[in-house]
């Protein structure tokens, strides 16, 4: 699937609401989005090797790094986003594989720690 085909889909599933619109006029520096947003998944990745529990205080620092990160980069994350966010990071695969590239279970991770949030 080509960025245009996941810039189509995303147009299709989202466009009319605020979020998407906010998000198109914040993103302006893509890459650099991208990066915060891998390195708050990275951190994820740590807490899930070192075993801390999804309900863990460090653990729920970590949701909020995402949730900020979110709303910095992209759109104003809300209860209900970040909670839609935390399912689909396991229910679509190209996410989770992606996620998972910090490390294997990664996804699952960070969806029961939202879940815990």
């Keep these: 699937m080509s960025t245009d085909k996941y810039t189509n889909e995303v147009r ?26 891998d390195a708050v998944l990275g951190g994820f990745a740590g807490l899930h090797r070192n075993g801390t529990a999804p309900d863990d205080e ?16 992209f759109y104003t994350c ?7 966010l935390g399912e689909m990071y396991t229910a679509d695969e190209r996410f989770k594989n992606n996620i998972d590239k910090h490390g294997e279970g990664t996804a699952e991770y960070i969806s ?4 815990s949030y």
């Excluded at 909020?64 to 979110?70: A, D, N, P, T």
């Excluded at 809300?78 to 839609?84: K, P, V």
């Design 58 to 73: 460090p653990a729920k620092i970590q949701v909020e790094k995402l949730r900020q990160c979110i709303t910095d980069n």
């Design 78 to 84: 809300t209860d209900e986003i970040l909670a839609g």
């Design 12 to 37: 299709q599933r989202w466009g009319n609401t605020e979020a998407y619109k906010e998000s198109r006029q914040r993103n302006a520096d893509t890459d650099k989005a991208v990066k915060a947003l």
């Design 112 to 115: 029961a720690c939202i879940r």
